[in-house]
């Protein structure tokens, strides 16, 4: 198999790298056993599991998103922060189990830090109030000597958190969930309160809405587009169909983006009584959870949550990034759902933790990515190739082969360096035992290289 890839000399847009984020809810095994377990001995003193940890930070999300999902509807940040023996132990009545009292806002920001991610937190609107979720902003980045900063400074830490990106409510039409802003115009007229109390408390936030159909968000933005940063787009595969991205592409993500440019060409009015500012820049799209999503019922997985992942699912999740990197003049955050244990790159048990083969596309793309996008095309419809233009003029492509034959690339400038990622069949799947995944450096130097059969290559011009 034979194919040229070339690519224009112009960028097209700027890439955000807030596209390569994660997720984690209080789910299952998410957080509490998989993040935070209190009583295993892999765990340090706060409970955090250190070899996760480690994961984690090899991972190193650009941005993570938290406490939920579904979950947030029963969700009160005050539950979960200060002195351990003062935090209430709360019933999941959503998932099950409990809420992880030992992994609040605080852990959850310190978890930030140490894996470098930009913390991404979402409100409870349906059990919550436009108080509430303040109060918690003021938490998290009050600077003044006022209770809810003395609080966290009580708590032991004296600077802000600085929380820059908030999710007003989550998936918030799905009726089977928690809340009445399944009606679009319950969902507007309260998520402006949200707005109204979170803004007036910090200026500086930028805020992610619900969206869903056409009729609802077109309702939301006629409401509230001058005050939204993103507009929030999930999706899940049930199987690693290559087909589907392309679907997700034309049914659902390109309607938004026709929407927003809409929106986004509009004059802002707004009245300055608001006393706070406005939407400064354009529009975006936060696709804030992502994944494939098996839906595999059974009675140790009563949510079909636990995805064991083949090499073919992380070949649909490098062309998925592909896709992103196509889209990112619209996209400008994305979280894959979610980082540890349920439907998620990295899994853990009592006894170890390790690698699914997901993880590897993640990490690589997130490692080598340029930051603005090149025009690229490639003329063989196994192989899906983008490339990315660095600030020191290095290109950087991304070509993945779903054939079963090695393909020889004919390239317009000479490869320096080409990282190959593969497994020996699609159908591997790692566990604790096993991982199948190789990672290394093939030869480079010369315009034509080989791209293995089902692999990544990730090539350096
Ligand atoms: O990621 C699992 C669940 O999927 C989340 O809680 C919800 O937002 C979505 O439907």
């Given at each position: 198999?034979?194919?040229?890839?070339?690519?224009s000399k112009?960028?097209?847009?700027?890439?955000?790298?807030k596209?390569?984020?994660?997720?984690?809810?209080h789910l299952?095994?998410?957080?509490?056993?998989?993040?935070?377990?209190p009583?295993?001995?892999?765990?340090?003193?706060?409970?955090?599991?250190?070899?996760?940890?480690?994961?984690?930070k090899?991972?190193?999300?650009?941005?993570?998103?938290?406490p939920?999902?579904?979950?947030?509807?029963?969700y009160?940040w005050?539950?979960?922060?200060?002195?351990?023996?003062?935090?209430k132990k709360?019933?999941?009545?959503?998932?099950?189990?409990?809420?992880?009292?030992?992994?609040?806002?605080?852990e959850?920001?310190?978890?930030?830090?140490?894996?470098?991610a930009?913390?991404?937190?979402?409100?409870?609107?349906?059990?919550?109030?436009?108080?509430?979720?303040?109060?918690?902003?003021?938490y998290?980045?009050g600077?003044?000597?006022?209770?809810?900063?003395?609080?966290?400074?009580?708590?032991?830490?004296e600077?802000?958190?600085n929380?820059?990106?908030?999710?007003?409510?989550?998936e918030?039409?799905?009726?089977?969930?928690?809340?009445?802003?399944?009606?679009v115009n319950v969902?507007?007229?309260?998520?402006?309160?949200?707005?109204?109390?979170?803004k007036?408390?910090?200026?500086?936030?930028?805020?992610?809405?619900v969206?869903?159909?056409?009729?609802?968000?077109r309702?939301v933005?006629?409401?509230?587009?001058?005050?939204c940063?993103?507009?929030s787009?999930?999706?899940y595969?049930?199987?690693?169909?290559?087909?589907?991205?392309?679907?997700?592409?034309?049914?659902n993500?390109?309607?938004?983006?026709?929407?927003?440019?809409?929106?986004?060409k509009?004059?802002?009015?707004?009245s300055?009584?608001y006393?706070?500012?406005?939407?400064?820049?354009?529009?975006?799209?936060a696709?804030d959870?992502w994944?494939?999503?098996?839906h595999?019922?059974?009675?140790?997985?009563?949510?079909?949550?636990?995805?064991?992942?083949?090499?073919?699912s992380?070949l649909?999740?490098a062309?998925?990034?592909?896709?992103?990197?196509?889209?990112?003049d619209?996209?400008?955050?994305?979280?894959?759902?979610q980082?540890?244990n349920?439907?998620?790159?990295?899994?853990?048990d009592?006894?170890?933790?390790?690698?699914?083969t997901?993880?590897?596309?993640?990490?690589?793309?997130?490692?080598h990515c340029?930051t603005?996008?090149?025009?690229?095309c490639?003329?063989?419809e196994n192989v899906d190739?983008?490339?990315?233009?660095?600030?020191n003029?290095q290109i950087?492509?991304?070509?993945?082969?779903?054939?079963?034959?090695?393909?020889?690339?004919?390239?317009?400038?000479?490869?320096?360096?080409?990282?190959v990622?593969?497994c020996?069949?699609?159908?591997?799947?790692?566990?604790?035992?096993n991982?199948?995944v190789?990672?290394?450096?093939?030869p480079a130097?010369?315009?034509?290289?080989i791209?293995?059969?089902?692999?990544?290559?990730?090539?350096?011009?």
């Open positions: 198999m034979k194919t040229k890839i070339t690519f112009d960028t097209k847009n700027q890439i955000d790298h596209i390569f984020g994660n997720f984690i809810e299952e095994n998410c957080i509490l056993g998989g993040i935070c377990d009583e295993n001995p892999l765990s340090d003193e706060k409970g955090i599991r250190k070899d996760v940890l480690e994961l984690c090899d991972l190193s999300p650009s941005i993570l998103r938290f939920g999902g579904t979950v947030v509807g029963i009160h005050q539950d979960h922060v200060g002195p351990l023996n003062e935090r709360m019933k999941n009545i959503i998932w099950g189990d409990r809420l992880c009292h030992e992994f609040g806002t605080a959850f920001v310190e978890y930030c830090r140490k894996i470098g930009e913390p991404m937190i979402c409100v409870n609107m349906p059990t919550g109030s436009a108080e509430e979720a303040a109060h918690w902003v003021e998290c980045n600077t003044d000597d006022t209770y809810y900063a003395n609080l966290r400074r009580s708590h032991g830490y600077e802000p958190f929380v820059k990106y908030w999710c007003i409510g989550n918030s039409n799905a009726e089977p969930d928690l809340g009445w802003q399944h009606d969902y507007i007229r309260e998520a402006w309160e949200f707005v109204k109390y979170m007036l408390t910090d200026p500086t936030i930028k805020l992610v809405f969206s869903h159909d056409e009729e609802w968000n309702a933005l006629d409401s509230l587009s001058s005050v940063d993103y507009m787009v999930h999706c595969a049930r199987k690693p169909d290559y087909g589907f991205i392309g679907r997700f592409v034309e049914r993500l390109a309607p938004v983006e026709a929407l927003i440019d809409e929106y986004n509009k004059e802002i009015e707004f300055h009584w006393r706070f500012p406005h939407r400064a820049e354009p529009i975006k799209i696709l959870e994944n494939i999503w098996s595999n019922f059974s009675e140790t997985d009563r949510y079909g949550l636990m995805d064991r992942y083949d090499w073919k992380a649909w999740v062309k998925f990034l592909n896709m992103m990197l196509r889209h990112s619209h996209i400008g955050i994305a979280n894959m759902a980082m540890v349920v439907i998620a790159p990295i899994c853990a009592k006894d170890g933790s390790f690698r699914q997901i993880f590897y596309p993640m990490r690589e793309y997130r490692k340029g603005a996008l090149l025009d690229v490639c003329d063989c190739a983008v490339g990315t233009l660095h600030e003029g950087t492509l991304f070509a993945v082969n779903t054939s079963g034959d090695a393909a020889t690339a004919e390239l317009e400038l000479k490869a320096t360096a080409h990282k990622i593969l020996d069949s699609e159908n591997l799947i790692n566990d604790m035992q991982d199948y190789k990672v290394f450096d093939a130097d010369s315009d034509t290289v791209l293995p059969p089902y692999s990544i290559s990730v090539i350096r011009l």
